[in-house]
């Protein structure tokens, strides 16, 4: 039996078979739909709207949806069956092409911003390029009787002529083949290798020459977003980028609400499984547009909060959850990739950045060792600031840390128009006598604003007194941008006829006490721990300011809004995504892989949570920019 | 279809559908056959003879039988199936009974003599009782905000206080579960570890107290049989003993036929499955006997030569067999023991004991161990008679050591009445003025002569000049114990009325000729090393004699025949398996394993292979005592 499926706006239609998935007809139409799960209803990417007829949908897919949405006939196109003749709609952002043009060279957005003196200052002379997994063609000697040690011992003794290690560990399984191997090759193999315990580790010995091929992968598993970089490890050379939502989205919004689902209302497996799913399949993407076989990539190394490195690794969280929080580990083992499911190399190793406490990840080592605050005698700071906001204060001798909720607003959560960081988003605002100009992420039509941008609304709103200070709209004003929707107010940053989408940017009063919040928790950790230590803010040398805002950050705006001390800007760099950074480091430099399990160690952390100056700091901190202007001295909301 | 099966000698018929084996249908008459394999066609042990009527076997099990069996009717009783009325003849040697009995307690004649001076002098202080692996009841303190340190944090600083090590590896399995473990036994639990690599590696950590169950087994894998000793690795003390024939010999008597078949004839696979089966069963036994469950055996050391510890590990041993003569490896990896199916705990680890060269295994390595030879300042030797005689000569300075190949002889293969030293062996022999006079092990009638038994039947045959030094009878004498059979001659040790099987115990001209070769490869060894050296016989200190002899070996009978060197016999100390004590020693002492490593890198193999002097030795040897009386002055043929 068939059935015709017509696509709107395409206004293209086809017919297909009873039974078959609006994914397949879609396809059948030659319209391109997101699907980075494959068709496994897990990534949420194919949504669509069925405006007529009866689609058969899976009831599991509901979780992707809000009510207003299932009202509205919104499913998954992987998960529903055609057994009618059916009318579709395709939202902008369930097209593929939009997420492809996203990923592409110019557009790439996830990757750190390109700081040079971020980079020269970490390569040389600390951590020279020295991968951490290596591949070396050897051509050995035949044995005679004069020379008749064992074939393993025959390859070390080259090897070590050529390593830095000693002592070599290997596989039984690597050692059960090998002596037909080696003769086969006529004595000519490859061997790729890894450090483990200050020691070396043979993965694999190879026939014949493959030591020209040998990639790696740097992960940022961020609880929003998962980005992997792929890495020459012959040169060094960074090849490509590709990021997307974390597919445990549909687990929940925050690590919270994931742990839940892992520990009480539902099981590990599925969590651990989407965030695999994420990393095999920009692999695999990254690895055919580069021509890359997965084969050839042999090392991975992986940056997250203590949560995130316990999803991965498919650890129960549960203890991190509820106090005194605390995790199944901070260092993590060395892994296979096969261990995992994970569809590099099997016999590849994946490599997790070590972790300090629940709260503070590996993520924040990762950025530690991305700018060399733990290297130099002066006292410096590093802001990150996600889901979580995390604050390090140290140098050369002693580190301190702490972390604090922020809620997901400086993500693009938690706000009807907020957005990742990715193309499309609106990334710069500014408000001048009631016009606003705003920037996108790669120059297209907005499609919401990300977190840069949502730090530049609060700031342009309070300069232009459009909100008070304490973040509530000033209605004594006309200002046909601040409309009434459903019984509440939104300030319009882009009316419906501008977007992407069709429908408005704007942002409410109850978004604006998020953003207020979520910045109040970042300071007061700040504050909190720089009191701790017994320090001022004009103290630290340098404020490095990480996070996922997006591909830049106003830094006098994000002080005007009370988010980061009221220092000389000259003295804030914002350092973008340095987890991502600091994995690549780690997976470039043995040295630096080593050098971030010693900066683990070092890392002393200050529980907030039932710490009472924090509380107070936080309260005081709930006003633009603060309850005491004395902190912001340079704040001035002048038009 | 129904046929009926008669046993005889019982006489005992019983009725048994079409297509079901003899094994079975002897089980149904109440006749327990012996089968080590458990009905797989694997150990031989079920041979019957079939005396009238068609029976269906499987031509595979050809391999267990002679061309003169073959036409005899022997067939495996559990790859033979009843499509007849048949007649069956039980042979003594294949009764179940029999071999039960042997290895009951008092019976054992696998584990080496005690010898109190030698344990004494290994155990103290050098090799503090200290196993290999060890459990450790934690109650550990809940975690507090005040200290929240990672779940095994709290592990390894509460085994910190226990343990010699301070650092501890661990799987990922072993973590995956950790966080609801610990939580769900009230932080009460055992931890098994290993030693690795000069560190911990946590194999499994346990809910209460299990700590009071821990056991090991100490493995010599022999070419002729596979000895397995269990320990209480909580005490030190070993609790049983059993052995069994090397299954692996249905693909050849000794490592170069097995050798061919793994890596011309057939595969690895059968004769690796073949010793992992051995250690299975005698594992079970052990167990079920001693009432020890299998999963509180948590560590194996095994020692073997070069190519049993390849088969054991599933490694291709296919260049130890041909000149330049190269194993895949001398150290193996610590392996768990479900990487290998073997059935104690799956967590449970493997060590073997570390090999020197091809034809030098861990077998002698065990041996130094054991015997202590390396750790003193007086020149030693020790001399370990088997398949191969392997020599080793040093002292706590420098160890050289050698091999040559001595033929199954003075395991008892090769001969008509030979066999190995298990009950009903003649192991001692007296023959005066025409009369012989034998002792058995356990006391049993006779079944055949042991390599003990063996090198008195020589001493003995030529003092009362039944042979001549070359080995030939002397015909010009009437002795009616030399009798004709099939055209040779044949010296009767038990006349068949006197024996268990009803067949004469006997031994003829190319069998003693043969045991003179033998004897003469692993004189001109130790010949040829001593002179390699630049010592002389006089200058050591004291001889260790190993091998698989039997329970016992005549000192003074073995230099007779020019087996060992002609010094005074208290220098000289039989010990019996010293692989299976140095084995033991490893698994109760982590010193002893660590010292055993060090041995292995310490050893010099010296190649006989292609070694001028050493064929001259040989030549020289093939004569009673000596073709050079001078060096046996003591030896006197003298009735």
Tied chains: 1, 2.
């Excluded at 096969?338 to 990840?361: D, F, H, M, Q």
């Excluded at 050369?396 to 706000?415: D, H, N, R, T």
Aim: aromatic letters at 6%.
């Amino acid at each position: 039996m068939k059935f015709t499926v017509k696509f709107l706006p395409d206004n293209k239609t086809v017919e297909v078979d009873s039974g078959s998935t609006l994914l397949l007809a879609a396809e059948k139409a030659g319209i391109i739909i997101n699907s980075l799960c494959g068709g496994d209803g897990l990534c949420g990417e194919c949504q669509l709207q069925v405006v007529s007829g009866n689609a058969m949908a899976e009831i599991n897919a509901i979780t992707f949806f809000s009510k207003y949405e299932i009202e509205r006939g919104y499913v998954l196109a992987c998960r529903t069956k055609v057994e009618d003749n059916l009318t579709v709609l395709i939202p902008p952002k369930s097209r593929a092409e939009q997420e492809q043009i996203l990923l592409d060279g110019a557009a790439i957005t996830y990757s750190e911003p390109e700081k040079p003196a971020l980079h020269r200052r970490n390569r040389e002379p600390a951590f020279p390029f020295d991968p951490l997994v290596k591949k070396v063609y050897l051509e050995l000697p035949p044995p005679t009787l004069e020379d008749n040690v064992s074939d393993i011992d025959r390859i070390t003794r080259e090897l070590n002529k050529v390593s830095i290690y000693d002592k070599f560990e290997i596989s039984l399984s690597c050692l059960q083949n090998l002596t037909e191997k080696l003769r086969a090759h006529h004595w000519k193999v490859t061997v790729t290798f890894a450090r483990r315990n200050g020691g070396g580790r043979i993965l694999e010995i190879e026939g014949g020459d493959t030591s020209d091929k040998n990639y790696g992968l740097a992960v940022d598993v961020g609880t929003t977003t998962v980005v992997v970089q792929l890495v020459d490890l012959k040169t060094g050379k960074l090849i490509g980028v590709k990021g997307s939502h974390n597919l445990q989205a549909r687990f929940g919004e925050d690590v919270i609400s994931r742990m839940i689902f892992a520990c009480v209302r539902g099981s590990l497996e599925p969590v651990h499984q989407a965030v695999i799913t994420n990393i095999n399949h920009l692999a695999q993407a990254l690895a055919a547009e580069n021509h890359v076989e997965l084969k050839d990539i042999t090392a991975i190394v992986a940056a997250g909060n203590t949560t995130m490195s316990h999803f991965l690794l498919n650890m129960t969280p549960c203890a991190i959850r509820l106090e005194p929080y605390v995790p199944t580990t901070t260092v993590y083992p060395q892994v296979y990739a096969r261990e995992l499911g994970i569809t590099i190399n099997p016999e590849g190793i994946l490599e997790v950045a070590p972790s300090i406490a629940s709260y503070v990840g590996g993520d924040i080592v990762a950025g530690v060792l991305a700018c060399g605050m733990a290297d130099k005698p002066e006292i410096q700071c590093l802001i990150d600031v996600g889901t979580n906001g995390e604050i390090v204060i140290g140098n050369k001798e002693w580190l301190v840390c702490c972390s604090a909720s922020a809620g997901p607003a400086f993500e693009g959560g938690g706000a009807k128009s907020g957005m990742r960081a990715t193309k499309g988003a609106i990334e710069k605002i500014v408000i001048r006598e009631g016009h606003v100009t705003y920037e996108t992420i790669g120059k297209a039509r907005p499609r919401g604003i990300c977190g840069s941008g949502l730090i530049e609304t609060i700031y342009e709103l309070v300069r232009n007194h459009i909100i008070t200070p304490d973040g509530k709209f000033d209605t004594s004003q006309v200002d046909p941008r601040l409309v009434n929707e459903n019984g509440e107010l939104r300030y319009v940053i882009a009316f419906a006829s501008e977007t992407e989408t069709g429908e408005a940017i704007s942002i409410s009063e109850s978004e604006i006490a998020n953003l207020i919040k979520s910045k109040g928790a970042v300071f007061a950790a700040i504050k909190s721990l720089v009191d701790y230590v017994g320090l001022s803010f004009e103290q630290l040398e340098t404020i490095y300011v990480a996070g996922g805002f997006g591909s830049s950050l106003n830094i006098p705006k994000a002080i005007g809004i009370g988010l980061i001390p009221d220092i000389d800007v000259k003295r804030i760099i914002f350092i973008g995504n340095s987890s991502l950074t600091g994995a690549r480091l780690s997976l470039t430099s043995i040295n630096a892989f080593e050098h971030s399990l010693k900066i683990a160690r070092r890392m002393t952390n200050i529980e907030l949570s039932n710490y009472t100056p924090f509380m107070n700091e936080f309260i005081a901190a709930l006003f633009l920019p603060h309850t005491d202007a004395k902190l912001f001295p340079s704040v001035h909301y002048q038009v």
